[in-house]
């Protein structure tokens, strides 16, 4: 009678859960068996599969065969490792001290490759979890600010659209203006142009006319200057005339001291 070591389904729809077990291979996949091995959840990651090693190196041993995806199994958890390592102290190539040795160091060097995928696997999810939690948070903050535009008043809307609508009407009047002015500045330039020209006869007359304007000024100031020296002519005999009266007035300051001295001198003699 074969023996096989394969996998027996269990668990609900579209999530299967496994048992090892060696049975006949002439039995139904999901019927009797022999002995349960073990247990395979592919529905973890990694996956979970716990197995007793010694049975199985035993019915292995025994020339039991296992199926594909149940001897992937038994040599990911060292079942066909430690096989190996029996038939080498069966050989005398090895004690079973040594053999153990080895496959408890196999065993732990699997064990931390494992750690180290689940602590990767670990850190994958935290960092994913705080991404979706950050993304919330900004969606939150975005509902929000939504709601408090959608409730702010109708008012203020129609000041912005008044704000945004004065803002246009002066920008394009600045436009309507700065056209203006360019066509104002086109419009001067020929004339401005015929002005340069001009600006040379316009010297020329000018100091044409400046000996002639100057003699006309003189002519108007010479009987001005006539009439200044007649008053001072009619002015001259008055001067003189004072010059004259001067003597006399002296004379009769001196009149006026006399007497006063006089007068002074008769004082005292009266009162005595």
């Known amino acids: 009678m074969p023996v096989r070591i394969r996998l027996q389904r269990h668990g609900k729809k579209g999530k299967p859960f496994y048992w090892i077990v060696a049975a006949d291979s002439r039995s139904k996949r999901d019927g009797k068996f022999l002995e349960k091995l073990g247990i395979y959840n592919p529905n973890t990651n990694p996956a979970t599969i716990d197995i007793n090693i010694d049975n199985s190196v035993t019915w292995l041993q025994n020339g039991a065969q296992p199926s594909n995806t149940a001897r992937r199994i038994l040599s990911y958890k060292g079942v066909l490792y430690k096989k190996h390592l029996l038939g080498g102290v069966t050989k005398g190539a090895l004690t079973e001290e040594e053999a153990e040795s080895k496959f408890k160091a196999w065993t732990e060097e699997k064990a931390n490759i494992i750690a180290k995928k689940t602590e990767g696997l670990d850190k994958a999810?935290?960092?994913?979890?705080?991404?979706?939690?950050?993304?919330?948070?900004?969606?939150?903050?975005?509902?929000?600010?939504?709601?408090?535009?959608?409730?702010?008043?109708?008012?203020?809307?129609?000041?912005?659209?008044?704000?945004?609508?004065?803002?246009?009407?002066?920008?394009?009047?600045?436009?309507?203006?700065?056209?203006?002015?360019?066509?104002?500045?086109?419009?001067?330039?020929?004339?401005?142009?015929?002005?340069?020209?001009?600006?040379?006869?316009?010297?020329?007359?000018?100091?044409e006319a400046q000996p002639e304007a100057e003699a006309e000024a003189k002519a108007e100031e010479a009987p001005v200057e006539e009439a200044k020296a007649e008053a001072k002519a009619e002015e001259a005999p008055a001067e003189e005339a004072k010059a004259e009266e001067a003597p006399v007035e002296e004379a009769k300051a001196e009149e006026a001291e006399a007497e006063a001295e006089e007068a002074s001198e008769e004082a005292p003699k009266d009162k005595e």
């Open 125 to 207: 999810k935290a960092e994913a979890k705080a991404k979706a939690l950050a993304a919330e948070k900004e969606a939150n903050e975005k509902r929000m600010m939504a709601a408090a535009a959608a409730e702010a008043p109708e008012e203020e809307t129609a000041e912005a659209v008044e704000a945004t609508e004065e803002a246009v009407v002066e920008a394009a009047a600045e436009t309507v203006q700065e056209a203006e002015a360019e066509t104002k500045a086109e419009e001067a330039q020929p004339e401005a142009e015929a002005k340069a020209e001009e600006a040379p006869v316009e010297e020329a007359k000018a100091e």
